[in-house]
């Protein structure tokens, strides 16, 4: 998770971890957020924190590859 972060970090991105984890939610509880707007433009699909830690890997993976 750690690295992650930085990895997020060096694009002006934040990881988001929910507080809990409700039925509604399911697996995941993790988001991306733009730290220049405050949007969230990863893991909000279809419920609020719907990422998994693999989930936000691999966009940031694809985003270092220059994919995304």
Avoid: W
């Avoid at 970090?9 to 988001?31: D, F, S």
């Avoid at 989930?55 to 694809?62: C, F, G, N, P, V």
Wanted: hydrophobic share 35%; charged share 30%.
């Amino acid at each position: 998770m750690r690295r992650l972060k930085r990895t997020a970090g060096r694009y002006g991105l934040t990881i988001l971890t929910a507080e809990k984890l409700t039925a509604k939610q399911g697996k995941g509880g993790h988001a991306i957020r733009d730290d220049e707007s405050f949007k969230v433009i990863y893991g909000h699909m279809p419920l609020p924190f719907s990422a998994t830690l693999e989930d936000i890997e691999s966009y940031l993976e694809k985003l270092e590859a220059g994919e995304e």
